[in-house]
């Protein structure tokens, strides 16, 4: 297709950037006055965390949780798709919130913003949020590809140029780092559970039983299993032409831990970890994402 030019790709709202094709600063105006339901499932993380896996997971464990029949299934599926919902919070035109209002409950919502950028409702209500983290250097090779292969998204000229920008928080959605500290302070929270991308792929039946402990769904170990198998990186990714069209193969890249290794040079590794330290260095936060085990 035609390509937009690089300046009117990206819009900025309250000093963070966004996708100007798929959202605006209209819609995050909207945003603010988005009603949360004390039964919503909240799912939230930096882009590039695996946020597309855990929504899949998600919502097996749910409609397993709610043995929804076919017809009901289907119902919801279709319920989304007439009213035009977008696959996150903040993207869509600034009627989204009002549509959102009709899709039935229990809504599976997912959101790459961080805590102080979400609409207020969100953290007061009693709805669980669900917090996906993944190492930095995983995380930032794997947005290097999707900015570079998104059509709505500007390219990079080089790995190097792109590195400087996910250091300094240069991308759509803002800076990582700011998210983990921001999320951390939420970590006690009852009402948040914070998951790794790296123990998901280390164990992903207990990583979902942990999941449906926090939501309050109830499967069987069977369940577990089926769920695990269905949504494995191959599985997803032999499916992806159907559940996201042309994108898919953007999407589902490689799905492991440990590509980075593959791109930084000895000296930006060292810088991450250096940057890494000074922003999360001894937190809680820090500590149960295993940073130096994975990196
Ligand atoms: P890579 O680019 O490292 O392969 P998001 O969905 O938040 O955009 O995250 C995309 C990342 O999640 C990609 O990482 C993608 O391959 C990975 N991913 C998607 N589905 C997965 C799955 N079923 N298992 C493991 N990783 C998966």
């Not at 959202?23 to 882009?47: N, Q």
């Amino acid at each position: 297709g035609e390509k937009i030019p690089p300046e009117s790709m990206l819009f900025s709202y309250r000093g963070v950037l966004y996708p100007a094709t798929i959202s605006s600063p209209e819609t995050l105006e909207a945003l603010k006055s988005f009603e949360t339901r004390s039964d919503d499932v909240i799912l939230a993380g930096y882009p590039k965390t695996g946020t597309n896996w855990l929504d899949q997971m998600v919502k097996e464990l749910e409609s397993t949780d709610a043995k929804y029949t076919e017809e009901e299934m289907k119902e919801r599926i279709n319920a989304e798709k007439k009213l035009e919902i977008f696959p996150r919070l903040e993207l869509g035109d600034p009627g989204i919130y009002e549509r959102m209002k009709k899709m039935p409950s229990r809504r599976i919502i997912l959101t790459h913003l961080p805590p102080h950028l979400l609409p207020s409702s969100v953290l007061q209500s009693k709805a669980k949020i669900l917090v996906l983290v993944r190492n930095p250097k995983d995380t930032a090779v794997s947005y290097y590809h999707f900015y570079n292969n998104m059509p709505v998204l500007p390219s990079f000229t080089s790995w190097d140029e792109y590195f400087a920008a996910f250091m300094n928080g240069k991308l759509t959605w803002g800076s990582y780092f700011d998210h983990l500290v921001e999320w951390n302070k939420y970590i006690d929270h009852e009402k948040i559970m914070v998951i790794s991308y790296e123990e998901l792929k280390e164990d992903q039946v207990l990583g979902m039983k942990k999941i449906a402990a926090f939501f309050g769904f109830s499967l069987c170990e069977e369940d577990f299993h089926r769920i695990a198998k269905k949504t494995s990186f191959q599985a997803m990714k032999e499916k992806s032409n159907e559940t996201h069209g042309k994108f898919g193969d953007i999407l589902f890249r490689k799905g492991v831990v440990g590509n980075w290794r593959q791109f930084f040079s000895k000296a930006q590794n060292e810088e991450m970890d250096r940057k890494f330290e000074e922003c999360l260095g001894g937190t809680k936060l820090a500590a149960k994402m295993k940073y130096d085990v994975y990196c």
